[in-house]
């Protein structure tokens, strides 16, 4: 065991205000099959796909198969599903009576694909040609609403689902879960990329008074003078020192004379 001072602060778990060592900052598992059998259910029974020219219903969910458990694991949320689902539909032409009726297929509905990678497979009955019109437009136009639906229930399982799962601290603050996004990139990398903006809406011009500090830092290398000028001087040696491209400026002096006046090297990173 360590001593007192040695200690890792991951070790530490987070005083809770119900004053118990919780579950739910190791770790803590939440069924959510049976509120995803009920969700799903609600959102595909009755769905209405329709045009000027089609009406189609999904009349039944008839069978979902799987299972989905939400996951908190020292304050960040994973999610896993798994469904197979099916599901009974009907359709016609709006100028007509005749319905014709035949089945769908969602087999891949789970965490490794979102919701525009869910495949809908569509079956009918009837073998006559307009039934194969009524089923073409069911499996088009069909499947983009049925995603849009299944993408609804990932996104109340991850939201709603998942409230409760992160108790808040002792200060009475929600810890805020670490979430992975599919959504562009990193809200992080987006901000840095924005233009800094004055105080005044103009852009800051390199001749404005910019609140500076300085930073000075002290290496210790463990080898001769002459390895490390051959190191620093050496393109290839730099690539596997860095494990990135590097642009070495021209050195003139002996390698005793290694300093930052004349040494430049730049990071393509």
Sequence with gaps: MAKWD???????VEVRPDGTNVNNWHWVEKNATTWSKNKITELLAGLVIQNDDYFC????????????????????????YEWDIRADWSGKLKNDTTKYKGKLDVPNLSEENSAEDIDVNVSVEDSSDTAYRVKE????????TIQQQLGEYIKCLKEEFSQGIILPTKDNQQVVAEQKTSSGQNVAKQEMNKTINGNQGHAIRATDDIPCKTLKAREEFICSAE???????????????????????GLSLPPLLLSHSFLHISNGS
């Design 6 to 12: 040695q200690r890792d602060p991951r070790w530490i």
């Design 57 to 80: 219903e999904i009349t039944e969910v008839t069978r979902l198969e799987g299972e989905a458990t939400a996951n908190n694991r020292k304050a960040k949320l994973i999610f896993f």
């Design 137 to 144: 437009f069911m499996r088009c136009e069909g499947m983009k």
């Design 227 to 249: 390895d490390l000028y051959r190191t620093l001087t050496t393109k290839e040696l730099m690539l596997a020192f860095t494990n990135s491209e590097v642009f070495i400026a």
